[in-house]
Structures are given as C-alpha cells and as structure tokens.
C-alpha cells in the first residue's frame, strides 16, 4: 500500500460552504497532483506542484485552489461549493524520474464529495 | 493533442480465463510511455504495467502483459489466469514530451466466479 492519505473519505455539504480536502503523503515525494475523476470518464488534471512554493493550474479548468507549504502535504480549497463540484478528488504523487520510475503515481483513496 | 481511447467501457471473464483489454491512442510524437492502472472498488489507483515507446518487446509483469503495436498506435492489455481480486476498473495512460498523464475513461472489469 502506498503512504498517501487522504480526508475525509466521503463529504456531503450545502452549496456556498468553505471546504478543504487533505492530501498527505509520506514518501518525500517533490510532484503531488490533484486529479478530479467523474463515473466513465477519464482523469482530469487539475493542479499539480513540483515541490515547496510550487503550484501549477491543469488542463481542467478548476475554481479550486491549492497550496505547497510543506513536501509532504498538498491540500485543495474550495471557498465556496457548488452542485457542480461534486465529483470524487484524486490525490497522488510520484517519485523523481529515472528510468524505472517514469509516469508512476502513487495515489491516494480518493475524496468524494457532494454539494446539496 | 494526445488522445487515449478505451472503446470497452464493461468487459467480464470467467475465474482463470483471460482477457484483453483494448486502448488506443493518438500522438505525433515517436518517445513516450504507456501505462495501464487498475482501481479496485473504494481502494487506490496502482500502477499494473509500463511500456516505453522505443522498446519493442512487450512488457509483462507476471500474469499482465501488453500488446504494443506502435505503427497501429494500440495498447492492449492481456490478463490471464483472472483472478478475483483482478475486478476493478483499467485505465489506460499516456505520457509524453509534456510530463503529464492523458487518461483514458477506463473498462470495468467482472471476474465471473
């Protein structure tokens, strides 16, 4: 099992409501990602950050934002949830390249969440 | 723009047949990798198999292996022998120039006891 965590597991709010979902992991991991995945469609990229201070928008256009205070720790704010923000949120993050290790994500269990 | 195309969103098998899994892909670039990922229910997404675009040789990682026909740009995935616990959904991944992962949307699939 890989060392990356994430809470809560499951979230149900009313729309107009502060959430942060966490995102932690304990590799010393420099890449961290947020991917959001919606039933039968592919993963989106939404933000990722390549290490402290580091923090990059991806190609799905998101209202949410990120932070990289610390290595291991990638946390993904939205100051105020929307119906169509429900969606389930990937955390993951990958080691440094070599070789072996090219394009391997190391993913956590998911945050779904839901907006009333 | 790279594009990664799953055609099978539901696929079943019978306990230790196999099965294939198909994925296509569009690049104009000629180095990059493949990747397929398995997501059991309610657990994390791992990484099954890599496959690097200069190699010829199919990768294999003991029962998965792959089925890399480049000119065709096709990605297949072979499990054998399924296994319950091989019930998840499969993506299929591409990675080029860029650094960052284009996803497929993934085939659930059902191992038959």
């Known amino acids: 099992e890989a060392d990356i965590y994430q809470t809560p597991r499951y979230l149900v709010i009313g729309t107009g409501k502060k959430i942060t979902l966490e995102c932690s992991q304990t590799?010393?991991?420099?890449?961290m990602y947020w991917y959001q995945q919606d039933p039968g469609m592919e993963l989106h990229l939404i933000h990722y950050s390549y290490g402290v201070n580091s923090t990059e928008k991806g190609d799905l256009s998101s209202e949410s934002t990120v932070s990289r205070i610390r290595t291991e720790h990638f946390p993904l704010t939205l100051e105020s949830a929307r119906p169509s923000h429900t969606s389930q949120y990937l955390c993951?993050?990958?080691?440094?390249?070599?070789?072996?290790?090219?394009?391997?994500?190391?993913f956590g269990e998911g945050s779904r969440l839901t907006v009333l | 723009a790279q594009t990664v195309t799953q055609s099978q969103p539901e696929m079943s098998v019978q306990e230790a047949e196999t099965v294939t899994l198909s994925c296509t892909y569009d690049?104009?670039?000629?180095?990059?990798?493949l990747f397929w990922y398995k997501q059991p229910p309610s657990r994390q997404m791992i990484l099954v198999i890599r496959q690097e675009a200069y190699k010829q040789q199919n990768a294999t990682e003991n029962r998965f292996s792959v089925n890399f026909q480049k000119a065709a740009k096709s990605f297949s995935l072979k499990i054998s022998d399924s296994q319950l616990g091989d019930a998840a959904m499969y993506f299929c991944?591409?990675?080029?120039?860029?650094?960052?992962?284009?996803w497929g949307a993934g085939t659930k699939l059902i191992i038959k006891p």
């Open positions: 991944a591409y990675r080029g120039s860029n650094y960052q992962l284009i």
């Open positions: 690049t104009s670039e000629s180095d990059y990798y």
């Open positions: 590799m010393g991991h420099d890449k």
């Open positions: 993951a993050s990958s080691p440094v390249e070599g070789r072996e290790r090219t394009g391997e994500l190391f």
